[in-house]
């Protein structure tokens, strides 16, 4: 087990599937052989890249690796709006056997959700392995520190900065990029000749996502409260949120940056 449930990646891949870049979708789908390819997903969880590529090409091989069994097994046996070419998995801890993965053997690397987890020197690691092989790399949905409230209360910013403090903590990996690590990706790439497009994915929450508010907002507020926000003064903004929410009045974006690096 991970800590990341198939319940809390069911509740939030709606607002992933919406909010993935489409323009750097477009540009990684141009770096694949026009058929058949067989792409690498990385910390793969329930399946939601295939998930959201699935009905763009449909004739993808796709190896899911992950180091929680239950989660690919829920990954290998859901149904996708489209069947797969075909889907194997290979259950993996990826903070120690990073070499292990058959980069060489694939034409494409995903990933997603999952870059604002590692650190500097698993990710140095990752960009190394991806470029030697001159592979094309989409990693969507990273974390990138904004994140906006509507209505505004005094305490969003205080909450905000401790959350993006919890977020730099160790993650399995040693201390995480957190909301750096997809612009700390891309100067990587860039360094070693790659082109790379980017673009924002940001969550757009609204009071109709009452249910991945109700998980989401407590454990936001918790890390928020483990990073120093003052504890008695962040359940009643909880308190506040949660009225709003019942009210119909509460909207929240939440900032992350998809892109795609393409060998030149
Ligand atoms: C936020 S989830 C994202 C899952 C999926 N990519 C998605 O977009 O829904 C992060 C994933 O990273 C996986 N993960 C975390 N640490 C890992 C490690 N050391 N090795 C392999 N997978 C790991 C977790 O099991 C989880 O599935």
Same mark, same amino acid.
């Given at each position: 087990?991970?800590?990341?449930?198939?319940?809390?990646?069911?509740?939030?891949?709606?607002?992933?599937?919406?909010?993935?870049?489409?323009?750097?979708?477009?540009?990684?789908?141009?770096? *694949?052989? =026009?058929?058949?390819?067989?792409?690498?997903?990385? @910390?793969?969880? #329930?399946?939601? /890249?295939? +998930?959201? &590529?699935?009905?763009?090409?449909?004739?993808?091989?796709?190896?899911?690796?992950?180091?929680?069994?239950?989660?690919?097994?829920?990954?290998?046996?859901?149904?996708?709006?489209?069947?797969?070419?075909?889907?194997?998995?290979?259950?993996?801890? *990826?903070? =120690?056997?990073?070499?292990?993965?058959?980069?060489? @053997?694939?034409? #494409?690397?995903? /990933?997603? +959700?999952? &870059?604002?987890?590692?650190?500097?020197?698993?990710?140095?690691?990752?960009?190394?392995?991806?470029?030697?092989?001159?592979?094309?790399?989409?990693?969507?949905?990273?974390?990138?520190?904004?994140?906006?409230?509507?209505?505004?209360?005094?305490?969003?910013?205080?909450?905000?900065?401790?959350?993006?403090?919890?977020?730099?903590?160790?993650?399995?990996?040693?201390?995480? &990029?957190?909301?750096?690590?997809?612009?700390?990706?891309?100067?990587?790439?860039?360094?070693?000749?790659?082109?790379?497009?980017?673009?924002?994915?940001?969550?757009?929450?609204?009071?109709?996502?009452?249910?991945?508010?109700?998980?989401?907002?407590?454990?936001?507020?918790?890390?928020?409260?483990?990073?120093?926000?003052?504890?008695?003064?962040?359940?009643?903004?909880?308190?506040?949120?949660?009225?709003?929410?019942?009210?119909?009045?509460?909207?929240?974006?939440?900032?992350?940056?998809?892109?795609?690096?393409?060998?030149?």
């Amino acid at each position: 087990m991970s800590g990341f449930s198939a319940t809390w990646l069911a509740l939030r891949e709606p607002l992933d599937l919406t909010a993935r870049n489409k323009e750097v979708e477009a540009a990684f789908f141009e770096a *694949l052989p =026009a058929e058949t390819p067989k792409i690498l997903d990385l @910390a793969s969880g #329930a399946g939601s /890249t295939v +998930a959201a &590529l699935v009905g763009e090409k449909s004739d993808i091989h796709w190896i899911l690796s992950d180091y929680d069994s239950d989660l690919l097994s829920v990954a290998a046996n859901r149904d996708y709006a489209t069947k797969p070419g075909s889907l194997q998995t290979r259950e993996i801890d *990826l903070a =120690a056997n990073l070499k292990e993965l058959p980069i060489e @053997a694939v034409d #494409a690397i995903t /990933t997603s +959700a999952f &870059l604002d987890l590692v650190s500097e020197n698993f990710l140095t690691q990752l960009v190394e392995a991806i470029v030697s092989s001159r592979k094309p790399f989409l990693a969507s949905l990273t974390y990138d520190g904004r994140t906006g409230f509507s209505p505004a209360e005094p305490l969003d910013q205080d909450l905000r900065d401790a959350m993006n403090r919890d977020q730099q903590t160790d993650k399995g990996f040693g201390p995480a &990029l957190g909301p750096n690590a997809a612009e700390r990706a891309i100067a990587l790439f860039e360094a070693r000749g790659y082109r790379v497009v980017s673009g924002e994915s940001d969550w757009i929450i609204g009071p109709q996502h009452e249910d991945f508010l109700a998980e989401f907002l407590p454990g936001w507020v918790g890390a928020g409260v483990k990073q120093g926000a003052q504890k008695t003064k962040a359940y009643d903004w909880l308190e506040s949120r949660r009225s709003q929410i019942a009210d119909g009045a509460f909207n929240m974006t939440v900032g992350h940056l998809d892109f795609a690096a393409l060998p030149a």
